[in-house]
């Protein structure tokens, strides 16, 4: 008897949980279903109420002409840090394509812990801000403490000749896109942040992106 | 007799079916242009969920960068206003981490054995959380036994969790979306999480 009675309260506790959750996941559903009849209503309702059909359209030809006139002008540069592939483009046509490397995302921090390094590849808009035929490079400080050697205070031992290939291109801040000796290591993300690319590209990316060229990074 | 009837019903719903008519289709148009257009002047890149299309594009100053291809999508909630919603982060249960250089045992060998943070260590299944309480799940075709078996745990969130959510977030007088989106290899999908840093603008049309 005793059983039977806990069953029954089994079976009405599981059946009244089981019941609530059902209503809950319907109430969950209709409401879904009222939002999107809410939405559409409104938004035709408010917005047809003032301007007629023909002057939306009218609108809209004028706003994608507006965002057409936005796009860049001439060829720009984009560059995919995923897959590590630069883009030559002109409107929607690839005109060069290249295997590059970019940031390795690592982190250098200085011993005693004053500074500290994230080498990434800045995401975003950038343009061509400087062009540069057989560039040298001025070593920062994140160079030096990376090889572990002392930060030298004459500027001449900063220089170094040869690392950056024939030609660079600075995009602001110090990152350039210019050339490399490790060749092999091209699509793969292992720089401090610049874009390395291989000779014959960089040329061809030196001759075709004059100052100004926007550059998309993503 | 029940196939007249689907036909009617079938014929009924396309005919008074908002989402199909033209001044609907005419309205979106506006507000994507609007939304498009405030977030083609500014310096950043955006994204734009094309859901009639099943597309995600990258895009900034209105050009094309990048396109990924959506396999299969679903919603949950209210419908997301055609607006530029910032992306405010991303949730996985394993994210990536970056090295830290050893100064001491740099030398020019060791560049080559760096352990970079690259898409491949990307995560393939992760959520997007928007502005405006819109959640994106995001999750490649399942492939192996691992990835069906997320795959179920996810449909049954999907579809035990998202009603109720709907309710309490209905109770509380809060926009609340879900959508979920399949994509076609884990590769794409690591390349969005990649490409997709918080702080940036989307628009879902």
Same mark, same amino acid.
């Given at each position: 008897m005793v059983k039977k009675k806990s069953l029954v309260i089994f079976f009405i506790i599981w059946g009244g949980l089981f019941l609530g959750f059902i209503t809950l996941e319907s109430i969950g559903y209709y409401i879904g279903v009222q939002h999107r009849a809410y939405w559409k209503a409104k938004s035709r309702d408010t917005m047809i109420g003032k301007e007629g059909l023909g002057e939306i359209e009218k609108r809209n030809k004028v706003l994608k002409e507006k965002l057409e006139r936005l796009s860049p002008k001439g060829v720009y540069i984009v560059i995919d840090t995923a897959n590590n592939t630069l883009y030559l483009k002109k409107g929607s046509n690839i005109l060069w394509q290249s295997l590059v490397s970019s940031g390795s995302g690592n982190v250098l921090e200085e011993p005693g812990g004053k500074r500290k390094w994230v080498f990434d590849t800045p995401r975003g808009e950038f343009e061509v801000k400087a062009k540069l035929k057989d560039p040298t490079w001025l070593k920062p400080d994140w160079s030096f403490i990376e090889e572990g050697e002392e930060i030298p205070k004459n500027i001449k031992e900063r220089i170094e000749v040869g690392v950056l290939g024939d030609y660079a291109l600075g995009f602001g801040d110090g990152y350039f896109i210019h050339g490399t000796?490790?060749?092999?290591?091209?699509?793969?993300?292992?720089?401090?942040?610049?874009?390395?690319?291989?000779?014959?590209?960089?040329?061809?990316?030196?001759?075709?992106?004059?100052?100004?060229?926007?550059?998309?990074?993503? | 007799?029940?196939?007249?009837?689907?036909?009617? &019903?079938?014929?009924? &719903?396309?005919?008074?079916?908002?989402?199909?008519?033209?001044?609907?289709?005419?309205?979106?148009? !506006?507000? #994507? &242009?609007?939304?498009?257009?405030?977030?083609?002047?500014?310096?950043?890149?955006? &994204?734009?969920?094309?859901?009639?299309?099943?597309?995600?594009?990258? !895009?900034?100053?209105? @050009?094309? #960068?990048?396109?990924?291809?959506?396999?299969?999508?679903?919603?949950?909630?209210?419908?997301?206003?055609?607006?530029?919603?910032? #992306?405010?982060?991303?949730?996985?249960?394993?994210?990536?981490?970056?090295? @830290?250089?050893?100064?001491?045992?740099?030398?020019?060998?060791?560049?080559?054995?760096?352990?970079?943070?690259?898409?491949?260590?990307?995560?393939?299944?992760?959520?997007?959380?928007?502005?405006?309480?819109?959640?994106?799940?995001i999750r490649p075709k399942p492939g192996g036994l691992i990835s069906q078996l997320y795959t179920l745990s996810h449909i049954y969130k999907w579809y035990t969790i998202s009603p109720l959510q709907t309710v309490w977030f209905s109770l509380k007088k809060r926009s609340f979306t879900a959508i979920d989106i399949v994509l076609r290899d884990k590769k794409e999908a690591q390349a969005l999480y990649w490409a997709f840093l918080e702080g940036l603008e989307a628009i879902i049309f």
């Open positions: 000796l490790y060749t092999r290591l091209l699509g793969r993300n292992v720089t401090h942040g610049c874009i390395r690319v291989g000779d014959e590209d960089l040329k061809a990316i030196y001759r075709a992106a004059p100052i100004g060229t926007k550059i998309f990074i993503f | 007799m029940l196939p007249q009837l689907i036909h009617f &019903f079938i014929v009924l &719903f396309i005919s008074v079916n908002p989402l199909w008519s033209k001044e609907t289709i005419v309205l979106e148009e !506006k507000q #994507l &242009f609007e939304a498009e257009l405030s977030l083609a002047q500014k310096p950043k890149i955006y &994204f734009i969920f094309n859901i009639k299309e099943k597309k995600i594009h990258l !895009k900034a100053r209105g @050009s094309l #960068l990048r396109e990924w291809e959506i396999e299969k999508i679903r919603f949950w909630g209210n419908p997301v206003p055609i607006t530029p919603f910032s #992306l405010v982060k991303k949730s996985t249960p394993f994210t990536a981490k970056r090295e @830290s250089i050893k100064p001491d045992n740099y030398n020019e060998k060791n560049e080559f054995e760096l352990q970079a943070l690259e898409s491949i260590y990307m995560p393939t299944s992760y959520s997007l959380y928007m502005e405006g309480g819109v959640l994106i799940y």
